[in-house]
């Protein structure tokens, strides 16, 4: 028997994150081998819940992932732990087309029993038709506990336990008002400053979750069996390992969202090996390079400066090696980036236009991109764009939306480079032969 639990919210603001890090750590100072998984694409707070956990947090996305593949993820990932807990996306219900892609469906998919995280801000006993119309709107969506945020003092919680009472919904606790625990935020998610003190953080809210959070009632109201693979699923493809196959991964402050799976994919295709863009001068000896996107738009002037390790990979891409960028990635390879004030910097320089940060305006959003015979899914979000340009870098896909609406984001193919906007996703074997086919053929 393990420990299950997905905490969801009724809407995005309620204080899912910081509750999960708080949970995260504190089951790790009772010395639980704990598992995080995070509902969605996010790349950040996968970050953090790692920090928060020590083990790595692992996406579950029902757009970019087939239901077998999600399906094992979670298994494989859970079998040797504790606990498992998934943070939910936005509100419990809230998915790319209704319900679909939701932690709701998520929850449903994995049998997961949910615990409700609920804004107490300026409410009380109000809470109990909320409560009730979230436990009873789905009946295959057990939510088993509530948790509040925001409460001024025992005397708000007395009503919130009234309510949740009178809900049929079991009140677990609650996190008092408190500025020190407030995560700061940046354009992209959670902070990732270096001037932001995480380990303080984490362990100041994991403080609170053992004070004001019945821990041991919630284990024991989640415990389940431990879930087991599919039968005959095509999540278990055979891998074909080349031992002289080697990757180098893009790994620094400015290069650093990556999905955990797409990278465990990639050491079962060979030897992965990491390398910065900022305090490196050339490439290691690699048959693929990954670019992942972050923040470059953070340091552009030691990315530009360090012209050694720019000079490496525009040699690498001419001599016909094989790299994948995204996003930030992406705007490194570019002849040049400008910051929000219009400032230039160079960059890689082989594909020919300009990225900016000036007028920034936020892009997001699933993609499925037809890319010759295949269909490649992911997630794009961002604040840059591309200039314009007399003669545009035509793109070599055509891109839509997660409800088919045709979109603009591109794709760029140069000799063995493919770049675009989209994080991809090439982990589930349902859909990622053009991936092994890019990388290895």
């Not at 998934?86 to 087309?97: A, K, Q």
């Not at 055979?238 to 031992?243: A, I, L, V, W």
């Not at 990757?247 to 990491?274: C, K, Q, S, W």
């Given at each position: 028997?393990?420990?299950?639990?997905l905490?969801g919210?009724?809407?995005?603001?309620?204080?899912k994150?910081?509750?999960?890090?708080?949970?995260?750590?504190?089951?790790?100072?009772?010395?639980f081998?704990?598992?995080?998984?995070?509902?969605?694409?996010?790349?950040?707070?996968?970050?953090h819940?790692?920090?928060?956990?020590?083990?790595?947090?692992?996406?579950?996305?029902l757009?970019?992932?087939?239901?077998?593949?999600?399906?094992?993820?979670?298994?494989g990932?859970t079998?040797?732990?504790?606990?498992?807990?998934?943070?939910g996306?936005m509100?419990?219900?809230d998915g790319?087309?209704?319900?679909?892609?939701?932690s709701a469906?998520?929850?449903?998919?994995l049998?997961?029993?949910v615990?409700?995280?609920v804004?107490?801000?300026?409410?009380?006993?109000?809470?109990?038709?909320?409560?009730y119309?979230?436990k009873?709107?789905?009946?295959?969506?057990?939510?088993?506990?509530?948790?509040?945020?925001?409460v001024?003092?025992?005397?708000?919680?007395?009503?919130l336990?009234q309510?949740?009472?009178?809900?049929?919904?079991?009140?677990?606790?609650y996190?008092p008002k408190?500025?020190?625990v407030?995560?700061p935020?940046?354009?992209?998610?959670?902070?990732?400053?270096e001037?932001?003190?995480?380990?303080?953080f984490?362990?100041?809210?994991?403080?609170?979750v053992?004070?004001?959070v019945d821990?041991?009632?919630?284990?024991?109201?989640?415990?389940?069996?431990a879930?087991?693979a599919l039968?005959?699923?095509?999540?278990?493809?055979?891998?074909?390992r080349?031992?002289?196959?080697?990757?180098?991964?893009?790994?620094d402050?400015?290069f650093?969202?990556?999905?955990?799976?797409?990278?465990?994919?990639?050491?079962?295709?060979?030897?992965v090996?990491?390398f910065?863009?900022?305090a490196?001068?050339?490439?290691?000896?690699?048959g693929?390079?990954?670019?992942?996107?972050?923040?470059?738009?953070?340091?552009?002037?030691?990315?530009?400066?360090?012209?050694?390790?720019?000079?490496?990979?525009?040699?690498?891409?001419?001599?016909?090696?094989?790299?994948l960028?995204?996003?930030?990635?992406m705007?490194?390879?570019?002849?040049?980036?400008?910051?929000?004030?219009?400032?230039?910097?160079?960059?890689v320089?082989?594909?020919h236009?300009s990225?900016?940060?000036?007028?920034?305006?936020?892009?997001?959003?699933?993609?499925?991109?037809?890319?010759?015979?295949?269909?490649?899914?992911?997630?794009?979000?961002h604040?840059s764009?591309?200039v314009?340009?007399?003669?545009p870098?035509?793109?070599?896909?055509v891109?839509?939306?997660?409800?088919?609406?045709?979109?603009?984001?591109?794709?760029?193919r140069?000799?063995?480079?493919l770049?675009?906007?989209?994080?991809?996703?090439?982990?589930?074997?349902?859909?990622?032969d053009?991936?092994?086919k890019?990388?290895?053929?």
């Amino acid at each position: 028997m393990q420990s299950h639990l997905l905490i969801g919210a009724a809407s995005s603001g309620s204080g899912k994150t910081t509750f999960t890090l708080g949970l995260l750590r504190a089951l790790k100072n009772r010395s639980f081998e704990v598992q995080p998984f995070k509902c969605g694409p996010d790349y950040i707070d996968t970050r953090h819940h790692r920090m928060a956990a020590g083990n790595p947090s692992v996406n579950l996305d029902l757009f970019m992932m087939s239901e077998a593949h999600v399906h094992d993820l979670y298994a494989g990932y859970t079998e040797k732990a504790d606990v498992a807990v998934t943070e939910g996306v936005m509100g419990l219900f809230d998915g790319y087309d209704g319900m679909k892609g939701s932690s709701a469906e998520i929850a449903c998919l994995l049998k997961i029993p949910v615990v409700l995280i609920v804004n107490a801000k300026s409410t009380a006993y109000s809470v109990a038709p909320l409560l009730y119309g979230f436990k009873h709107f789905k009946k295959q969506v057990q939510v088993v506990g509530a948790i509040f945020n925001f409460v001024a003092s025992e005397s708000h919680y007395s009503f919130l336990k009234q309510a949740c009472e009178d809900a049929g919904v079991e009140a677990l606790g609650y996190l008092p008002k408190c500025a020190d625990v407030e995560i700061p935020c940046r354009h992209l998610g959670l902070s990732l400053d270096e001037d932001f003190c995480f380990e303080e953080f984490a362990d100041r809210v994991a403080e609170l979750v053992e004070k004001y959070v019945d821990i041991d009632r919630l284990l024991e109201l989640t415990k389940q069996v431990a879930p087991a693979a599919l039968p005959m699923s095509v999540s278990h493809r055979t891998y074909r390992r080349e031992p002289s196959f080697t990757v180098a991964i893009a790994r620094d402050p400015a290069f650093n969202f990556m999905y955990e799976a797409n990278i465990r994919y990639l050491h079962h295709l060979g030897e992965v090996t990491y390398f910065s863009p900022l305090a490196d001068t050339s490439l290691p000896d690699a048959g693929f390079v990954y670019l992942p996107g972050g923040y470059p738009e953070l340091y552009l002037a030691a990315l530009s400066a360090n012209r050694p390790m720019l000079q490496s990979i525009r040699r690498y891409v001419e001599n016909g090696g094989k790299l994948l960028a995204e996003c930030g990635g992406m705007m490194y390879l570019c002849d040049e980036i400008r910051d929000k004030n219009g400032d230039v910097f160079p960059m890689v320089g082989v594909l020919h236009q300009s990225a900016t940060m000036e007028n920034m305006k936020l892009r997001l959003g699933y993609r499925t991109l037809l890319y010759n015979d295949a269909r490649l899914k992911g997630h794009e979000f961002h604040y840059s764009r591309l200039v314009e340009q007399q003669d545009p870098l035509p793109s070599c896909a055509v891109a839509y939306t997660a409800k088919g609406v045709k979109t603009d984001t591109p794709l760029y193919r140069y000799k063995n480079v493919l770049a675009g906007y989209t994080h991809l996703y090439w982990a589930d074997p349902a859909g990622n032969d053009w991936f092994t086919k890019f990388i290895i053929k």
